[in-house]
């Protein structure tokens, strides 16, 4: 895998992680479980190691990341009070 497979990865985690989001405000938690699904297959070549990134390519590689981790707090800011209140309602 070189540098620019590393970044062209991310950067699709990151476009599929950003349509997530916009599912996930949407309502659209069908859509959102398609494209974890597909997030997960582009993030298993990571599986077999990713070379270390040095200069540019390693801040974009830190800034995608940072996008990612951006859009998942947004789907879980939308998903995980409803998960929260079907197990208090399921408690009582």
Do not use: F
Not at 46 to 75: F, H, Y
């Amino acid at each position: 895998m070189t540098s620019n497979d590393v970044l062209s990865m991310y950067e699709n985690i990151a476009g599929l992680t950003a349509q997530m989001a916009a599912a996930a405000q949407c309502g659209d938690l069908e859509t959102v479980a398609r494209l974890e699904t597909q997030c997960a297959l582009h993030s298993a070549a990571t599986a077999t190691g990713v070379p270390v990134l040095a200069g540019a390519s390693r801040q974009r590689k830190i800034e995608l990341l940072k996008q990612i981790m951006a859009n998942d707090r947004a789907v879980r800011a939308v998903t995980e009070p409803w998960e929260l209140s079907d197990v208090l309602r399921a408690a009582h």
